[in-house]
């Protein structure tokens, strides 16, 4: 049985009842657990790769271990970090968002969960198995093939099971999205979050396949004498290229379109007004996703693919600049003529414009292909990346972490503290980005573990480490706050940013069962609806009836962990086959199990449900 | 709001003066300092493209800049309900269309130049008569770079000569993993693959000098390290030095004993990767002008003391996971000094990178490389070359 949110509970039914969860809000605890600790991982390496460029002819570390650390740092950051905490906003937030009380899949949705921890610690094993993947996140074949040690072949594997945890999520999200939604909740009155994360799924639908594939091929060729990417036996490496392309591409709108959605969602809430032109910011994140697929070869300018094909390549990726100009345009619109309250929220949704306006002008810079021959695989390209990443996905992670917290804990992170870290990473991350585009034209490529002295490369790569110092100082004050807050637990309203849609209008945290009754919704903005023409409270679209709930299962956790298990065995292969066979033996049994037993969920009652006050959030 | 006026216009100064002090990087390096027609034709491109979007940034930022402080919260305004407006289309088609026309600007030179990078074919001179091409043979090898000149009987490695009056096109093949071939003041990169992908590209240098070439695709430990050099001299300079690289037949018998007997431990222990001449031999760099390099494997000094260091460990340390650490040699302290002195001897031509500093001009139209008996072969060379480009075509 689920306990409820305020009883106090023992530490091991604590780990008990999250080892277990099928509840969304949980499971989003779960993911912004896993994605911090990522995200400070790959954090840690990026300050031994700045550490190690701070001067010329630096010997801080080895050539190896730079070429794991910057690996690590790429695919931990991206499929580790950036994704799991969208994942947690996605989870926490797009079920309240459409009135729905779980999503589509509660159990699946577990199960993506463990796949992508397990899948993630695996890779992490590496470091402590005869090195981390030494290839670079694009792990480009043949030097992926040629990789001595186990480094890849924990990439490969690595990458795949968490892959499917993440399939798994984005397949449950666009189920709930089509089905879940409540009474009044038509597609052109979805918050802006939840039209961005349905779309963001409907991406990694499509494109995860290409790069499950691509490491399918890549497994095989390492581990089971495939020749797939081996030029020697009549292999393509340029099949790689485009694989991992074709998924890699789509990735970052994954990533970037969520965090579009955040943004969407806190500067209407602060400007207090509706968002501008909502119908063309709906058809811009279609259109981006569309084009998402259409440009992966401005990867390959420099493959050789020959003029016809970069050029057909470089206009389509231009294409892309204009929707996201009007996502802009819509934004600073949205904020013209409003009331505009400058939260730490706000805060980040402001200094988000400027910075992916840049990351969005190199990155037409870019698309143009000849121009591109100059600044592919330099440090303007890493300038450009992190500009969006960093700039755009990050900013909106943290702005949608610092937005939802309450709606997440029932607690408020402190606004003072909220805006030191703002400005120590802010002003850090241009210092460490902004000169990286001039140290790519002036000759520095990306992935070096050295620069020479006096090639005039010293000063950049000198601001650009202090710059780093600085992110680092914001991230460790933004821990401090998070910690400082859930020991002092000072609870708050649940509409403490006076904010204009669904989630608001029950109380922080939710109960467990979300919405007492399934809510009416009347229009856009649903809670600002009954605001301004109500009485502030949702409205009930049924009467007090029985809630169907499912049950808790360890499953998830016992079907990954097998997996995870018997991923050594593939590795090592030889004797440590027995691992992999118990390893399948127990995913098998957890499936089986699942299968097997008829798990009907349980129902609370109307009676209790009764005791519990009314479950809006007046 | 002061504080935060003077904390933005800090930051500002101490980024333009960051940008004064630094310039715009190194002339052997940077693009920003374009030495020649293919980095002189994107710079156009980047600067094009720059002007645009810094008119795109000024427009956000304009209205950025007046709606945050016209629109900021004021006091007694907490309750303020503004309008709620739903959109405009006057507005949305406004700024759909206009970036249209702005991308539309910028695409048209972009695929004019996109396909002017890809032109293969003879140059035409004034007289309208297509230009002799130099082809280079390119190989990446995990960490240098080998260069084979097409009919003309040179092998060189870590250093490429070219004349300054004219293209000089490389076909270019990768021996493990893909390296790519960058030389950013003069050219931009093309990625350089295992067999069956061979790309072909010009270099063009304007002016005489030594320009920097970088590895620009992640090929291992010592990426960072596998640097080469674009030596670009006058044709007159160029023609000499081809014909003193043609003479070298590897053979020659140095002056000093030290030297001969370094000869002699050469061939027995090194000369089974390491060509001296024009020779296939590309197991490990061709050593042919080797003492006249700029550099030591590509990025060190050129010293007695690194040299004799890099074949005491065989570069073990100086570039990791280099391919010599398996070469089967075992060589007393003695014996490398006697190797280095040979080595120091190959030094076979007076056109060395100092030529291309040192400002001398001397001109030729270099038709004393290309022999009319020679022609029909470089006119098969040419229709391969053609095929070659039917083929990527398809």
Not at chain 1, 275 to 290: C, D, K
Not at chain 2, 95 to 105: D, E, F, K, N
Request: with cysteine.
């Amino acid at each position: 049985m689920s306990t409820t949110a305020n009883q106090k509970a023992g530490f091991g039914s604590t780990l008990w009842e999250y080892l277990t969860t099928v509840d969304h809000k949980k499971i989003a605890i779960l993911y912004l657990i896993g994605g911090l600790f990522f995200f400070l991982l790959g954090g840690l390496q990026a300050m031994l790769i700045r550490i190690q460029l701070i001067s010329p002819d630096n010997e801080f570390i080895s050539a190896q271990f730079y070429n794991e650390l910057m690996t690590m740092h790429g695919t931990t950051m991206i499929f580790l970090a950036a994704m799991p905490l969208l994942f947690a906003l996605m989870n926490a937030v797009l079920p309240l968002q459409i009135g729905a009380r779980d999503v589509a899949f509660p159990f699946v949705n577990a199960l993506g969960f463990w796949l992508f921890f397990f899948g993630g610690i695996f890779l992490n094993v590496s470091w402590f198995a005869g090195g981390a993947p030494d290839v670079g996140w694009t792990a480009y074949a043949p030097l992926s093939i040629f990789s001595e040690g186990h480094g890849v072949d924990y990439y490969a594997i690595g990458l795949q099971i968490s892959g499917f945890g993440t399939l798994m999520a984005g397949i449950n999200f666009i189920v709930t999205v089509i089905n879940m939604r409540a009474p009044g909740m038509s597609f052109m009155r979805m918050p802006l979050f939840t039209w961005t994360s349905f779309i963001a799924s409907v991406l990694i639908l499509f494109a995860f396949p290409a790069l499950t594939v691509g490491l399918f091929l890549l497994t095989f060729d390492r581990l089971f004498g495939g020749n797939f990417f081996d030029p020697e036996m009549g292999g393509n490496v340029i099949i790689w290229e485009h694989l991992f392309w074709i998924f890699g591409h789509p990735e970052v709108y994954i990533l970037i379109l969520p965090a579009f959605g955040v943004f969407s969602e806190i500067i209407p809430t602060f400007s207090k007004k509706r968002l501008f032109g909502y119908s063309s910011m709906v058809f811009a994140t279609v259109l981006i996703a569309f084009l998402g697929f259409m440009v992966w070869a401005h990867h390959m300018f420099t493959v050789g693919l020959g003029p016809i094909a970069n050029s057909i390549f470089a206009v389509a990726t231009m294409a892309i600049a204009v929707p996201t100009g009007i996502k802009i345009f819509n934004w600073l619109f949205t904020m013209w003529g409003g009331n505009i309250r400058l939260t730490s929220p706000m805060v980040f949704a402001l200094a988000f414009i400027p910075t992916f306006t840049i990351g969005g002008i190199t990155g037409v810079m870019l698309a143009s292909a000849a121009a591109d021959f100059q600044y592919h695989d330099s440090y303007f390209v890493v300038a450009h990346f992190h500009y969006v990443i960093v700039g755009g996905v990050v900013l909106g992670i943290f702005a949608g972490l610092i937005y939802w917290w309450p709606k997440m804990f029932g607690t408020m992170l402190n606004e003072k503290l909220n805006h030191w870290f703002f400005w120590l990473f802010f002003i850090g991350f241009n210092l460490t980005f902004f000169v990286q585009h001039f140290l790519g034209l002036m000759g520095m490529p990306r992935r070096y573990w050295k620069f020479l002295p006096d090639q005039g490369l010293d000063l950049f790569n000198l601001i650009s480490t202090i710059g780093a110092f600085f992110m680092a100082a914001g991230t460790i004050v933004f821990l401090y706050n998070v910690i400082v807050t859930q020991l002092k637990g000072e609870k708050v309203s649940g509409d403490p940013w006076d904010a204009r849609t669904l989630e608001w209008g029950i109380p922080s945290p939710p109960p467990f069962y979300n919405f007492k009754q399934e809510p009416l919704v009347r229009g856009l903005d649903p809670l600002w609806v009954e605001k301004r023409q109500g009485n502030g409270k949702i409205q009930p679209a049924e009467p007090l009836g029985d809630i169907h709930m499912p049950n808790n299962s360890f499953a998830p956790f016992m079907l990954s962990l097998g997996l995870f298990i018997a991923a050594f065995g593939v590795v090592y292969q030889g004797s440590m086959w027995v691992l992999a066979a118990i390893g399948f033996a127990i995913t098998a049994g957890s499936m089986l199990y699942r299968s097997m037993k008829d798990d009907l969920g349980y129902h609370i009652h109307k009676e209790d449900l009764e005791k519990e006050g009314d479950g809006s959030n007046g | 709001m002061k504080g935060w006026m003077s904390r933005i216009k800090a930051v500002f100064a101490l980024s333009v003066l960051a940008l004064i002090l630094s310039g715009c990087g190194e002339p052997f390096l940077s693009a920003l300092q374009p030495r020649g027609e293919g980095a002189a034709m994107i710079m156009e491109l980047m600067i094009l493209s720059t002007v645009i979007m810094l008119f795109v940034f000024l427009v956000v930022m304009i209205i950025y800049v007046f709606v945050v402080f016209k629109f900021r919260q004021k006091k007694g305004q907490e309750d303020h309900i503004p309008k709620q407006t739903e959109g405009s289309h006057a507005l949305e088609t406004l700024w759909t269309v206009i970036p249209i026309i702005l991308l539309l600007i910028l695409a048209v030179p972009t695929v004019q130049y996109t396909f002017a990078l890809a032109d293969m074919n003879p140059e035409v001179n004034e007289e309208g008569e297509e230009n002799e091409q130099i082809w280079i043979d390119v190989t990446g090898k995990q960490y240098w770079w080998h260069f084979e000149y097409e009919g003309l009987d040179i092998t060189t490695s870590q250093e490429i000569y070219i004349p300054t009056d004219r293209r000089v096109y490389l076909s270019m093949i990768s021996d493990d993993v893909i390296h790519s071939f960058w030389v950013p003041s003069v050219q931009g990169k093309m990625d350089v693959n295992p067999t069956g992908n061979q790309n072909e590209m010009f270099i063009q240098a304007e002016e005489e000098g030594l320009y920097w070439g970088k590895c620009a695709e992640l090929c291992g430990p010592s990426h960072s390290l596998m640097d080469f050099k674009v030596v670009a001299v006058s044709p007159g300079e160029f023609e000499q030095w081809v014909e003193d690289m043609q003479g070298v037949t590897g053979e020659e018998v140095p002056e000093s004993d030290t030297a001969q007997d370094g000869q002699e431990l050469f061939s027995d222990n090194c000369l089974a990767c390491h060509a001296v001449g024009s020779s296939p031999n590309k197991v490990g760099p061709n050593l042919t002008s080797f003492a006249d390099r700029d550099k030591l494997a590509g990025v060190f000094d050129f010293t007695e003391e690194n040299l004799y260091e890099w074949i005491d460990t065989k570069g073990e340390n100086m570039k990791p996971g280099n391919m010599m650490v398996d070469a089967p040699y075992d060589l007393e302290e003695e014996e490398i000094y006697q190797i280095i002195e040979y080595l120091m001897t190959l030094s076979p031509s007076e056109i060395t990178p100092e030529s291309a500093e040192n400002g001398v001009y001397q001109d030729s139209d270099l038709s004393n490389l290309f022999p009319e008996e020679e022609e029909e072969d470089d006119e098969e060379q040419e229709d391969e070359n053609d095929e070659v480009e039917d083929e990527e075509e398809e």
